[in-house]
């Protein structure tokens, strides 16, 4: 989070004791945002409330359950499920928004500072809930009006007549768009300035929460009715672009409160150009200006807001996170970085490998490359620089093996759910392509780490420093809960039923640990679920505004036919202009809106030069995961950095240099699909040991170390050459990168050439 700070309670390794054995603990607590609020007594429990409320309202809906389905009574105040789709959505954001602005204030909070406790600003704030309830009080009289059956129908639906002139159209505007536009942008703007303690809720947040609770009133009461056709034309309801205003400003503004400026500018670049694409050349230009009405009536759809972004997060996101916060409960974030560092301690760098495996294994469970590592980081990165890694070396290496959790199996972090919505591509055979891919960078970074700790001559951790590796065999039930999502789906289960079944394991197996889980405990996990959602549902939401530009423009698709034009001249040009638009794109942006924007921008051109969709796809996500260890803005080197106290920019550069083969790695499968898992089980097992080979030496090439020993310029130059050859995957080119590693070979062996004329490469040692 760009400009946020990030309190952790793990802030270095945790001994035993006896002072002698190094155990992760804390590893599974959220760290604290500096903007967010920390409540007690009764705040506190009206935010656990909510959270508790909001993140079980999606474990029912998702799986089909009501009250109404237990008692055979119907409720009218309750939902019933499945809950139409456009409905579910618009309460999924709504809670989000009402959540986030209670959470997380719109500045930070500084620790040696007194907040006045009841500044002239609140007292202000709190006149902008007049308007919002005059607007809240218009919008339950239109949905009093729709479920009357007064309206006329049409095609079986409601209508709804807004249009100029109409006594519907007036009041749309005076008691509901003006209200809720002057409370929702007058609560932004007195947010900035408002100064609560961090125990206090501030009364422009309570504003905020309820106008996004407005938004989301009016527009499940409009989009059933017959209104909902008109979206995307110039006749959409002037009531629906009120509220996709107000809901798109909340939206932004909460994202630059959870997810820093990044995304904020980028969405705010593109509205801009919404509205002077006409006024621009080339291939920017549309034919005729948009209006506002028609833009944020487009918007607020399943074009945009509620497209394929927010489908994912109302779905397998959330449950994905729901199933995080039960495997948090029991501790399993902890088992895993201690069976990481009893499995791989010993090895020389021990800590650096440890690194590498606790990220992997984490990574199934959070996320975002940031997060990761915070939870791993906090750990392995003072031990890095304890056996001898210098502290950016360390950082980079944290932020290298961090990145790569968001492409590991089975969860493989959010982004892999919208590829499965966008692509229609089930999310199985994308868990499956991914694991060849996934290997070779985990792969590429080991041989990376482990030639940098040879040439250090690094030591590994001593027995007794490291848990007890038969220990921690006795419980390796705590990867039941993983065993079973994976079973669930190679058995045919959907992603909602195999989460679901997951989260149950998980509970049921913390009855074998210390940490058993009860009532308390489970309403606990739904409570941190609820909280631990509210970023990556914005970061989708905001992604959502982006994508509903590119749709309404259709820049996207000139964009493709730029491709193309490349193609013509070189298709590998083609490819690398698309992986720079991937990269910038994603450029301090998290992984889920990074590709969500590249998969709009850039995936289409990549299909039309006859790439197979899942490859195209594949392509653009992998680099805009690695957009979070590219410089110069990487957020999880910076992130890193933060921890091990090394220069932000240079980590960035390290991790770069450390994770350089994952670079090739899309380039690797666009050559040769095999890599993922489509062919003949010959020709995929042939393409994984003949990549894995060629990530081998080009790690060799770049560290300047091969079979043992330091190696000259021109035999790290012939390494790299042989590795390119290596991963292109056909015989003949196989062939020559082998006698090319044995010619490399030879010369090392038996001519011995001097080190020490190799070229040098900065930030090598």
């Known amino acids: 989070m760009a400009e946020q700070t990030i309190n952790h309670e793990t802030t270095g390794p945790v001994v035993s004791e006896d002072q002698t054995t190094v155990l992760a603990e804390g590893v599974d607590e959220e760290p604290v945002e500096g903007n967010r609020r920390l409540f007690a007594g009764k705040g506190y429990l009206i935010i656990a409330a909510l959270s508790t409320l909001y993140a079980m309202f999606h474990m029912i809906a998702l799986n089909g359950v009501s009250i109404s389905d237990w008692t055979g009574i119907e409720i009218p105040l309750l939902p019933q499920f499945p809950m139409e789709t456009w409905n579910f959505r618009i309460v999924h954001i709504a809670g989000a928004l009402g959540l986030g602005f209670l959470l997380f204030a719109a500045h930070g909070f500084h620790p040696d500072k007194i907040y006045n406790k009841t500044p002239i600003l609140s007292w202000i704030a709190f006149a902008f809930a007049v308007p919002v309830l005059i607007a809240g009080a218009t919008a339950i009289g239109f949905a009093n009006t729709i479920g009357s059956g007064d309206l006329p129908q049409m095609g079986g639906l409601t209508t709804w007549a807004a249009f100029p002139g109409t006594e519907i159209y007036e009041t749309e505007v005076r008691w509901f768009g003006i209200p809720l536009l002057i409370a929702t942008f007058g609560a932004i703007v007195l947010g900035w300035f408002e ?65 820093g400026l990044a995304l904020v500018v980028i969405t705010g670049v593109f509205l801009v150009y919404t509205f002077t694409a006409h006024l621009l050349p080339g291939i920017l230009a549309v034919q005729s200006a948009y209006s506002w009405q028609r833009f944020f009536g487009h918007v607020y759809s399943d074009a945009g807001i509620l497209g394929p972004t927010t489908a994912v997060s109302s779905t397998y996101i959330i449950l994905f996170i729901i199933f995080a916060a039960f495997l948090q409960a029991s501790k399993v974030g902890d088992y895993f970085v201690n069976f990481a ?39 392995t990165i003072p031990l890095m620089k304890k056996v001898g890694y210098h502290k950016k070396t360390a950082g980079a290496i944290e932020a290298a093996a961090s990145t790569g959790g968001q492409i590991m199996p089975p969860i493989m972090g959010a982004g892999a759910f919208i590829m499965a919505e966008v692509t229609g591509i089930p999310y199985q055979e994308i868990a499956i392509a991914a694991v060849i891919p996934a290997i070779l960078y985990f792969v590429s970074i080991y041989f990376m780490v482990d030639f ?66 009860g009532l308390r405990s489970i309403l606990k996990a739904f409570e941190l679920a609820g909280i631990m959602s509210i970023q990556i549902i914005a970061v989708c939401a905001c992604a959502g505004i982006i994508v509903g530009v590119i749709s309404l423009t259709g820049v996207g698709a000139r964009f493709s036919a730029v491709l ?178 044995v010619g490399a070979w030879l010369i090392q062996r038996f001519l011995h050439p001097d080190p020490n004329a190799s070229i040098p490469v900065r930030g090598a040692d």
């Open 195 to 259: 100064r609560r303690g961090r125990e206090l809720f501030a009364a422009s947040d309570v504003v905020l929460a309820l106008c996004g609770a407005v938004v989301a009133i009016y527009l499940v009461s409009i989009y059933g009715t017959a209104a909902r056709n008109s979206v995307g034309t110039p006749f959409v309801p002037i009531g629906v672009a009120f509220a996709a205003t107000a809901g798109a400003a909340m939206i932004m503004e909460l994202t630059r409160r959870v997810a």
């Open 341 to 379: 560092f009893a499995t791989a301690g010993r090895a020389r760098g021990g800590p650096a490998k440890v690194a590498i495996f606790a990220s992997g294994l984490m990574g199934m469970i959070n996320g975002t490359s940031a997060g990761n590592v915070v939870a791993t980081g906090s750990l």
């Open 564 to 741: 193309l034009d490349l193609a013509g001249v070189s298709q590998l040009l083609a490819l690398f202009f698309a992986m720079c638009i991937a990269i910038l794109l994603g450029m301090g942006m998290p992984t889920t809106a990074a590709y969500a924007v590249a998969a709009s921008v850039v995936a289409p051109g990549l299909v039309q030069l006859g790439i197979p969709q899942l490859t195209a796809h594949f392509f653009v996500f992998y680099f805009a995961v690695l957009s979070a260890i590219t410089p110069p803005v990487a957020l999880a080197s910076y992130a890193a950095a933060g921890i091990s106290g090394a220069n932000p920019m240079e980590t960035s550069v390290a991790s770069f240099k450390i994770g350089i083969a994952a670079f090739i790695v899309p380039f690797m499968f666009f050559y040769n699909s095999a890599l993922l898992m489509d062919g003949t089980w010959f020709e995929v097992i042939r393409a994984g040991i003949t990549a894995t080979f060629g990530v081998f030496l080009l790690s060799g090439g770049v560290q300047g170390w091969f079979l043992g020993q330091r190696s000259a310029w021109f035999i790290r130059v012939g390494l790299i050459v042989a590795a390119l050859l290596m991963i292109e995957g056909g015989i003949v080119t196989d062939l020559i990168g082998i006698a090319a590693t």
């Open 452 to 517: 940098e700790a040879a040439k250090l001559n690094m030591r590994g951790m001593r027995e007794e420093e490291l848990p007890k590796f038969n220990k921690l065999v006795r419980q390796v039930y705590l990867f039941i809960p993983i065993i079973i999502l994976i079973a669930a789906l190679f058995m045919g289960y959907s992603v909602i039923r195999a989460g679901t079944l997951a989260t149950v394991a998980a509970a049921v197996v913390s009855w074998f640990t210390p940490h058993r889980m």
